[in-house]
C-alpha cells in the first residue's frame, strides 16, 4: 500500500498538484494509524483454526489489510480516473475495486481474521476513502477556480486593439 500511496502520489507531484500529493500521502497513512488504534482498543485475538495458510501477528479486529486496500487502491484508482478517458477510468475503478474486495476477503480464507473483522476493516476504509475523496474534489474545485481567475486576469492585461 505504501509503494501505490507513493506512486499515485508521485503522479500526482508530475502534474504539478502538490495539494493532491499530500492527500494521497495523508489518507492512507491516517486510515492504517486509526486501525491500528482500534486494534489496539479492541485486543481481539485472531482465529484460533488449525488451517491458518498466514502467518499474522497482532490482534484481529479491524483487518489491516481491508482498511489498506479499500482506503488505498480505490482512492489511487478515483485520483487516476479523474486523469484518464472515461473508458480507462471506469475500468480503473472496477479493477480497483475487485483488486480489495479480493484481498480484504483472502484474509478470511486464508484463517487470518473473522468475517466481521474483514467488515469492519473495509467500512473504516470506506470512510477514510470518502474522506479523502472530498479533499480530492475541494483540491481539485480551488483548482480550477484560481486557473480561471488567473486566465481573467491575464486576459484583463492584453492590450485592447
Request: glycine share 8%.
Amino acid at each position: 500500500m505504501t509503494l501505490l500511496a507513493a506512486g499515485s502520489a508521485c503522479f500526482a507531484l508530475i502534474r504539478r498538484n502538490v495539494a493532491a500529493a499530500a492527500i494521497l500521502l495523508a489518507v492512507p497513512y491516517a486510515a492504517t494509524t486509526s486501525c491500528n488504534l482500534l486494534k489496539g482498543l479492541a485486543e481481539r485475538q485472531r482465529p484460533a483454526l488449525e488451517c491458518v495458510s498466514a502467518q499474522a501477528d497482532g490482534f484481529s479486529f479491524p483487518s489491516g489489510h481491508a482498511v489498506g486496500v479499500t482506503t488505498g487502491f480505490l482512492l489511487a484508482a478515483l485520483y487516476l480516473s479523474t486523469h484518464t478517458p472515461r473508458i480507462v477510468s471506469k475500468t480503473t475503478l472496477l479493477i480497483a475495486g475487485l483488486g480489495a474486495e479480493l484481498v480484504a476477503w483472502s484474509r478470511v480464507f486464508l484463517g487470518a481474521h473473522f468475517s466481521v473483522d474483514v467488515l469492519a476493516g473495509q467500512l473504516l476504509g470506506a470512510g477514510w476513502l470518502a474522506i479523502g475523496a472530498l479533499l480530492l474534489h475541494r483540491q481539485s474545485t480551488h483548482r480550477l477556480l484560481r486557473e480561471a481567475r488567473q486566465a481573467v486576469s491575464d486576459t484583463a492585461d492584453e492590450p485592447v486593439p
